[in-house]
C-alpha cells in the first residue's frame, strides 16, 4: 500500500512538473514573439528610486545625487556618467548633454547611453594635443521642454559649457509628467507586502502581460494597479495605446500653447551656449508623413533662433532596412541604437569644431 501510495505521489508531482513546466514555456515563447512582433504597448518601467523632488517649482524632481540603483549610477552632481570638476582649464571643450529618458540612457548598463560613446569616440579621436573633451549628461527621464530649460539655466549654466546637445524629443512640449506622478505616489504612506512589490516588478517587465492589461480594460469599479493608472492618465501613453502616436506628436507641436514650451526652450539655450539640436525619431512612426510637419517645425525653430538641427530618422531608417536593432520601443534606443547614435553625433561635433577652428586633425 505504501509503496502504491509514493508511486502515486512521484507521478503527481511529476505531472505538476510536467504543466508548471509547460506553462512557463508557453509564457517564454508568448513573452519573445510579442517583443519580436511589436505586439502589444511599450514597456516602461521608471527608474523612481533616483528621483527626488525637487525645491524648484518647475524643475519639480531630480535625481539624487550619488546613488546606484539597477543600471544607473548616479554622480555626487546629480549627472550619470563620468564626473568631472566644474573648474574648467583652457584646454577643455565641455559638451552639456539635455534632454530626457533617450539621452539619459533609459534601460541600457551604464557606459552605454550615447553620451557615454561620444565621450569615448571623442577622447580617442585624433586631435591636437591641447584639446581633451568633457561630455556632461544633465538629461533626466521625463523632463519637457520647460523643465530642461530651467535646468539649463539654474545648472548647465554655472559649468560653463562650450557647447549643448539638445537630444530632442516628440513628446517633449508635453506638459503631464508620468515620473513626477509616479514619485508623488511612491512618497505616500501605502501597506504593500514584499512579496506583491517583488511580483508587480517581475510582471511590470513583461510585454506579454502588458498587452493583457491592454486587451482586458478594467471597468470604472474594478481596482487598478498604480502603475496602470498613472499610465492610462498620460496622454501619450494612451494615445500610444490606441495606435494613435503620431496624430498625437503632431497636434502637441501644431498646438500654440505646447510648441511654446519648446521655443522658450531653445531660446534659453541660445543666451547660454551655441547649441545643436538633435531630433530622435518615434521608431514605430519612422516612414509615417504625419510627423514630417512636427520634424520640420522643429527645424524650423532651431534654425530661427541660430543653432545646429540634425534629424537622426533617416540614419536610423537606414540601419533599420540593414537589419539593426536600434530601439527597444517606439522611443528609446537599444545599446546598439545608443553607439550608433554616439557614433553619428561625434560627427556632428567633429564638424562643427572643425567648421570653427577648434581642432586639427594630425598629421
Not at 556632461?136 to 535646468?151: D, K
Given at each position: 500500500?505504501?509503496?502504491?501510495?509514493?508511486?502515486?505521489?512521484?507521478?503527481?508531482?511529476?505531472?505538476?512538473?510536467?504543466?508548471?513546466l509547460?506553462?512557463?514555456?508557453?509564457?517564454?515563447?508568448?513573452?519573445?514573439?510579442?517583443?519580436?512582433?511589436?505586439?502589444?504597448?511599450?514597456?516602461?518601467?521608471?527608474?523612481?528610486k533616483?528621483?527626488?523632488?525637487s525645491?524648484?517649482?518647475?524643475?519639480?524632481y531630480?535625481?539624487?545625487?550619488?546613488i546606484?540603483?539597477?543600471?544607473?549610477?548616479?554622480?555626487?552632481?546629480?549627472?550619470?556618467?563620468?564626473?568631472?570638476p566644474?573648474e574648467?582649464?583652457?584646454?577643455v571643450?565641455?559638451?552639456?548633454?539635455?534632454?530626457d529618458?533617450?539621452?539619459?540612457?533609459?534601460?541600457?548598463?551604464?557606459?552605454?547611453?550615447?553620451?557615454?560613446?561620444?565621450?569615448?569616440?571623442?577622447?580617442?579621436?585624433?586631435k591636437?594635443?591641447?584639446?581633451?573633451?568633457?561630455?556632461?549628461?544633465?538629461?533626466?527621464t521625463?523632463?519637457?521642454?520647460?523643465?530642461?530649460?530651467?535646468?539649463?539655466?539654474?545648472?548647465?549654466?554655472?559649468?560653463?559649457?562650450?557647447?549643448?546637445?539638445?537630444?530632442?524629443?516628440?513628446?517633449?512640449?508635453?506638459?503631464?509628467s508620468i515620473?513626477?506622478?509616479?514619485?508623488?505616489d511612491?512618497?505616500?504612506?501605502?501597506?504593500r507586502s514584499?512579496?506583491?512589490?517583488?511580483?508587480?516588478?517581475?510582471?511590470?517587465?513583461?510585454?506579454?502581460?502588458?498587452?493583457?492589461?491592454?486587451?482586458?480594460?478594467?471597468?470604472?469599479?474594478?481596482?487598478?494597479d498604480?502603475?496602470?493608472?498613472?499610465?492610462?492618465?498620460?496622454?501619450?501613453?494612451?494615445?500610444l495605446?490606441?495606435?494613435?502616436?503620431?496624430?498625437?506628436?503632431?497636434?502637441?507641436?501644431?498646438?500654440?500653447?505646447s510648441?511654446?514650451?519648446?521655443m522658450?526652450?531653445?531660446?534659453?539655450?541660445?543666451?547660454?551656449?551655441?547649441t545643436?539640436?538633435?531630433?530622435?525619431?518615434?521608431?514605430h512612426?519612422?516612414?509615417?508623413?504625419?510627423?514630417?510637419?512636427?520634424?520640420?517645425?522643429?527645424?524650423?525653430?532651431?534654425?530661427?533662433?541660430?543653432?545646429?538641427?540634425?534629424?537622426?530618422?533617416?540614419?536610423?531608417?537606414?540601419?533599420?532596412?540593414?537589419?539593426?536593432?536600434?530601439?527597444?520601443?517606439?522611443?528609446?534606443?537599444?545599446?546598439?541604437?545608443?553607439?550608433?547614435?554616439?557614433?553619428?553625433?561625434?560627427?556632428?561635433?567633429?564638424?562643427?569644431?572643425?567648421?570653427?577652428?577648434?581642432?586639427r586633425?594630425?598629421?
Amino acid at each position: 500500500m505504501q509503496k502504491m501510495y509514493n508511486k502515486d505521489v512521484r507521478e503527481y508531482l511529476a505531472r505538476a512538473g510536467l504543466l508548471i513546466l509547460s506553462v512557463s514555456m508557453a509564457l517564454l515563447v508568448g513573452e519573445a514573439l510579442v517583443r519580436i512582433l511589436g505586439i502589444g504597448p511599450d514597456i516602461y518601467r521608471m527608474p523612481e528610486k533616483i528621483f527626488r523632488l525637487s525645491e524648484n517649482p518647475t524643475l519639480r524632481y531630480e535625481h539624487v545625487p550619488n546613488i546606484v540603483y539597477e543600471n544607473y549610477v548616479i554622480n555626487k552632481h546629480g549627472l550619470r556618467g563620468k564626473e568631472f570638476p566644474r573648474e574648467k582649464s583652457a584646454d577643455v571643450f565641455r559638451i552639456a548633454v539635455v534632454g530626457d529618458s533617450i539621452s539619459f540612457g533609459w534601460n541600457v548598463a551604464e557606459g552605454q547611453a550615447w553620451p557615454d560613446v561620444l565621450q569615448r569616440l571623442l577622447d580617442d579621436h585624433p586631435k591636437s594635443e591641447d584639446t581633451s573633451y568633457q561630455v556632461l549628461n544633465y538629461a533626466v527621464t521625463g523632463y519637457n521642454a520647460s523643465q530642461i530649460a530651467e535646468m539649463v539655466t539654474q545648472r548647465v549654466a554655472q559649468w560653463k559649457p562650450d557647447l549643448i546637445l539638445y537630444g530632442y524629443c516628440l513628446n517633449d512640449p508635453q506638459e503631464h509628467s508620468i515620473e513626477y506622478e509616479s514619485l508623488l505616489d511612491r512618497l505616500e504612506p501605502r501597506s504593500r507586502s514584499w512579496l506583491r512589490e517583488s511580483a508587480l516588478r517581475i510582471l511590470s517587465r513583461s510585454r506579454l502581460m502588458q498587452l493583457a492589461i491592454v486587451s482586458i480594460r478594467p471597468t470604472p469599479q474594478d481596482k487598478e494597479d498604480d502603475a496602470e493608472k498613472r499610465r492610462r492618465n498620460d496622454p501619450q501613453f494612451h494615445a500610444l495605446d490606441l495606435g494613435r502616436g503620431a496624430e498625437y506628436y503632431r497636434e502637441l507641436h501644431e498646438k500654440p500653447t505646447s510648441f511654446r514650451r519648446v521655443m522658450n526652450a531653445l531660446s534659453t539655450m541660445k543666451r547660454e551656449a551655441p547649441t545643436i539640436v538633435l531630433l530622435f525619431p518615434v521608431f514605430h512612426e519612422l516612414e509615417n508623413e504625419l510627423l514630417l510637419a512636427a520634424h520640420n517645425k522643429v527645424k524650423n525653430a532651431a534654425e530661427r533662433h541660430g543653432m545646429g538641427f540634425e534629424d537622426l530618422t533617416e540614419y536610423f531608417l537606414q540601419a533599420r532596412r540593414y537589419g539593426g536593432y536600434v530601439n527597444r520601443d517606439s522611443l528609446h534606443l537599444s545599446p546598439q541604437g545608443h553607439e550608433m547614435a554616439g557614433k553619428f553625433i561625434q560627427g556632428v561635433v567633429l564638424r562643427y569644431l572643425e567648421d570653427r577652428h577648434f581642432v586639427r586633425t594630425r598629421n
